[in-house]
């Protein structure tokens, strides 16, 4: 059972660092541990950070590895983090509910100080309150270390994305890393169930998950309508309108979905799958809340490929009994089979596509097989329009759109082109989506 662990079978030194052969003779994997850290392990400091992580749950764990490698670079001690209890989820989980405290704080014990609380003589102390910049680099925290001069505790609103994806200290991204793939493991009760139905899944054969994102906030978020009803429409634009911090109001839905921004449908996937080449008895996890519409549209997906399976169905109701109102942490059980299935495959881009997909190439560049949904929507136009069917045509076409869209090692894809400042920075790929190469090294090279 590999889901935190790149070690298969030969661990060896490797220049500073502890690295693992993997699956592919060309690949190591650096899992940097405190013990062969190039670098000397944090100084006694008495300054401390507080934290309110923001997002669902994989936009808080990356965002948690950021504020672990911040609170590094200006040597504070960080007190464990508050997690989001305002999103759209409402989940009122606390961090052990979700992660195993003592394992977090135990393995980055030679890197970062962390407490469970401020000492009692800093509980009443005044704090300077900081919004650290998004996608900030070194010298930027060298200039944030001011804040302490005036104060004992500084407290950051907000975790997610506030380190950049490039052009940082290798020692610091290999924490990331480490703290991301080894350090914030999930709490033991989500570790024993995720293990359980990985293993009832893998008895049936291989199998992909489908991280299936046609839930009702994301196609409301989006504005993608196609194929919904005109009062299921109406819905999600009255969602969209009523819920305050969604910046976007008025969204055309033909120019979202033909620029590629939509999610695939239930339909699409099912049309895209067998032309890919997977049989009718491919067994296909959801790993994905409440389908919009539900048997509706899921139905369409099912007659292509009929061994769907959900947690629901692999679960009993009395193991999923103590998870019920905690979306992240039933996000954590879908996080867990998505990273051990033979094949994951997203069906729009978000936090958890972008934080498995990293995770499985950490692991051996696992296949993720990422659909080109602007080409897709392109082919599948000609099939609405009956200058295009299913059969061998539509195979041979998308077979040949997604060959090289199947998780093969890669380096970070830069900015967009023309793309600058802020935006520059937007739009490169995330360090967590490919920590290729700072996280994974060639054999022979560091």
């Not at 948690?64 to 960080?78: F, H, K």
Request: proline content about 5%; hydrophobic content about 35%; overall charge positive.
């Amino acid at each position: 059972y590999l889901y935190y662990s790149a070690v298969e079978t030969l661990s060896c030194k490797f220049s500073a660092h502890t690295c693992f052969l993997g699956k592919f003779p060309s690949i190591l994997f650096c899992l940097v541990t405190p013990c062969f850290f190039a670098s000397p392990g944090p100084i006694e400091s008495d300054r401390y950070m507080t934290v309110r992580s923001n997002g669902g749950l994989n936009q808080m764990r990356t965002g948690i590895c950021d504020m672990i490698a911040v609170a590094r670079l200006v040597n504070a001690t960080l007190v464990i983090p508050q997690l989001d209890k305002r999103s759209f989820w409402q989940d009122t989980s606390t961090f052990k509910d979700i992660f195993n405290e003592p394992g977090f704080i135990k393995a980055l014990e030679g890197d970062v100080h962390i407490v469970s609380d401020l000492p009692e003589s800093l509980q009443s102390a005044p704090r300077a309150r900081k919004h650290f910049t998004s996608w900030s680099g070194a010298s930027y925290y060298e200039d944030v270390k001011e804040l302490w001069k005036d104060h004992k505790v500084v407290h950051v609103p907000k975790s997610d994305s506030r380190l950049a994806n490039n052009g940082l200290p290798i020692d610091i991204q290999r924490l990331r890393c480490r703290c991301l793939y080894q350090a914030l493991r999930f709490s033991d009760p989500i570790e024993d169930l995720g293990k359980k139905l990985v293993e009832r899944l893998k008895s049936r054969g291989k199998f992909i998950a489908l991280h299936l994102r046609y839930e009702k906030d994301m196609l409301a978020f989006t504005g993608c309508t196609y194929g919904l009803s005109e009062s299921e429409a109406d819905e999600l634009r009255i969602m969209r309108e009523k819920t305050s911090h969604w910046k976007l109001k008025d969204i055309n839905s033909t120019e979202q979905r033909s620029g590629g921004n939509c999610p695939l449908t239930p339909h699409e996937v099912g049309m895209f799958l067998r032309a890919m080449g997977y049989t009718k008895s491919t067994w296909i996890y959801i790993a994905a809340g409440e389908i919009y519409g539900g048997d509706k549209y899921i139905s369409k997906l099912r007659s292509y490929f009929p061994n769907l399976v959900s947690k629901e169905v692999l679960a009993t109701k009395e193991e999923l009994e103590k998870f019920k109102n905690h979306a992240s942490q039933v996000a954590a059980l879908d996080y867990i089979i998505s990273v051990e299935s033979d094949v994951f495959i997203p069906s729009h881009s978000g936090n958890m596509a972008r934080a498995v997909e990293g995770h499985r190439r950490f692991l051996g560049h696992r296949k993720t097989l990422t659909p080109d949904r602007r080409g897709l929507v392109e082919l599948f136009g000609l099939l609405e329009k009956g200058e295009l069917t299913e059969g061998p045509k539509l195979s041979s076409l998308v077979t040949k759109m997604h060959k090289y869209r199947q998780g093969a090692p890669r380096k970070r894809y830069a900015s967009l082109p023309g793309s600058k400042g802020r935006t520059r920075l937007r739009t490169e790929e995330s360090f967590y989506e490919n920590p290729f190469p700072e996280c994974i090294c060639l054999t022979g090279k560091h």
